[in-house]
DNA sequence: ATGAAAGCGCTAACAT
DNA sequence: ATGTTAGCGCTTTCAT
């Protein structure tokens, strides 16, 4: 498929001679290249790349010398032109799909700070339905990224997984079920069953289950692993509803469902849903008997209008993972990293009720 | 200074003939070059090229035919090897320097969707105020991207946001007071005067103020709107407090200095600080006397549970605007877009007050 | 309209 | 340890 470049016709222009320069765009003299600053201080081209490259065998007398000058000539390396012959670009792909979910701002925020510690630029995908997902990932490819990680994109069939990963290094954060890909994931199984564990100790017994997707492989593992851990308790499962998103309104409408069956606790697959559920058990005035249980432990959780009971997702050792793959000298085959976060207990879960929490104070 | 490279040994190990190939390590052919894609076919490298660039004078049987061709055999340009030659990366640096704020997930997912749907890519620099903002912004030069769009970067000082833009198109959003850089922002005079007059239509008349960041330019467009529509009305302004910051926390907090001077309503100077303010009257139990208004709309602020009166931003115009103005031909001296957002009335300036919202239903 | 040839600014053999 | 040379895969004159 031909890919027609919609920016073509303004480089086409920018190109011609005929343009007037504006004020904003300074004539810029073309910056030094390593050629140029190799005459201005009279060494060869290539000492000047190779006082670039640490490792590479120069004095460290004239790499100083060359950095100096090029600090005072104001060279830098031009990144484009190294990545030609190199083949790398010190890029890595960041596919996002669902920034709805504030979970994922968090999780993003501090992988492109953590790619940006270890010298990697992100390179940002986010897709969105409506257009081809192959033209929207184009860019991985004629952009020679050097790796991709791929946030919990579900929008992504098993065929685009493979276009957009195959021939580099790729992880998948918060996805399951994919052999062939390295994922790093939190611990879903444990978290839930901690919370099913906290639950049963504070005197819960009647539970309903709210879930996003049904159909994800991180949502079939959070169920299960909240079934299992139910009935290992010997803990009664009242019911369950989903309106296949992690939204806040999906939380405020499955838990209409859930009310009438007389949980005395719901656990939600994550907070956002949670949420939602906190508001309609609240309009309820069921506050006082229902406990609640969420997922991530997004800032609005600690809220203390919310005081969300919730499993924390280790965020910041799933990025340090992430980091430490795309680092990595070797890599193997494909591996399963499972971390592990924190059961946050706050008011929701509270035996006597949180009908007492800020709001309805 | 030197950079390090980190994924050096990965693919120096990957170009020699001696690695062990890992199953994830496809040996990836390398790509068709159009040299290559030339030869098979039995036309010049050139005809290849013009055959991708639009506009160039090639019949088109020609080119049809390398198309075919090129999506017959895989090929596709090299983006980096084209970049080398016409000096434009069509990446365009995207600068975040706040991503609490939930305002700044919703703009970023629709800006990095507009650019992508204009053919441009985003890389993305969340600058943590940590390490030095020089050394985060470094790729904005050696990759030589095409623009700059810096996203409300209070973080970047003066001389800092000079030397990101230098050279380069480029835009500053939700940020006012640079006389020599475009910027494209919400009316926040209009936005604030709106608040205001429909705070007088409700009957309110002493007011208090909860401001961010008292030292930005936007905080103080916001607040001076504020204050002179205040003034213009005879309205009474009771207090303002501030916590040098755009959250939860803060709004809650200044809400506390607020409440003593008895306002009957608060303006705040974002959503978020506003949704910290409805937590702090709603525990003082005056959610029936003192009104709230915010500025922003991010989702939560129509969340049944707030139904928080706010202004909107127009991020689908500021998206739209900017990608404008990066695509267009000629651009001129640096300019000021301001653009109108919308008043949305909500729960809690209902002249009855908003104790009956749900959370306290 | 097409082909040939000359770079773009760097890295990486290959010499010395 | 340093310099010389040959590309990386394109775009762009310049011929024809």
Chains 1, 2 share one sequence.
Request: net charge neutral; with cysteine.
């Amino acid at each position: 498929m031909v890919r027609s470049n919609p920016l073509m016709i303004w480089w086409a222009l920018s190109g011609t001679g005929t343009r007037q320069v504006s004020k904003t765009e300074t004539a810029t003299a073309r910056p030094l290249t390593s050629r140029q600053l190799a005459a201005l201080i009279g060494v060869s081209q290539s000492a000047i790349s190779r006082a670039f490259t640490p490792g590479s065998s120069i004095s460290s007398d004239l790499r100083s010398k060359i950095l100096m000058a090029a600090r005072d000539y104001g060279y830098r390396p031009n990144a484009i032109a190294s990545m030609l012959t190199t083949r790398r670009t010190n890029i890595v792909g960041v596919v996002v799909s669902d920034m709805q979910n504030p979970f994922y701002p968090a999780l993003l925020a501090q992988l492109t700070q953590g790619l940006q510690a270890a010298g990697l630029q992100s390179l940002f995908f986010n897709i969105s339905p409506g257009a081809s997902i192959e033209d929207q990932l184009h860019a991985i490819r004629t952009y020679n990224v050097d790796a991709v990680v791929i946030i919990s994109a579900t929008v992504l069939n098993e065929r685009m997984l493979t276009w957009a990963t195959e021939g580099r290094r790729s992880i998948l954060l918060n996805r399951l079920g994919h052999e062939d890909i390295t994922t790093v994931c939190c611990d879903n199984t444990l978290g839930f069953r901690s919370l099913v564990d906290h639950l049963f100790e504070t005197g819960r017994r009647r539970i309903g289950y709210v879930a996003g997707f049904t159909t994800s492989g991180v949502g079939l593992v959070r169920y299960s692993a909240f079934t299992t851990r139910l009935a290992e308790l010997g803990m009664r499962l009242v019911g369950t509803s989903t309106r296949q998103a992690y939204t806040h309104e999906a939380g405020r409408l499955s838990t209409l469902d859930l009310i009438p069956l007389e949980p005395d606790a719901i656990v939600y697959a994550s907070d956002i849903l949670a949420l939602g559920g906190i508001e309609t058990i609240r309009m309820a005035g069921r506050a006082k008997d229902i406990a609640v249980t969420g997922f991530d432990d997004i800032p609005m959780a600690s809220w203390p209008g919310y005081s969300l009971t919730t499993y924390r997702q280790p965020v910041r050792e799933i990025v340090d993972r992430t980091v430490e793959l795309l680092l990595a000298t070797d890599i193997g085959p494909p591996q399963r990293h499972t971390l592990q976060g924190e059961l946050m207990i706050r008011a929701t879960t509270d035996p006597a009720g949180w009908a007492d929490v800020p709001p309805s104070a």
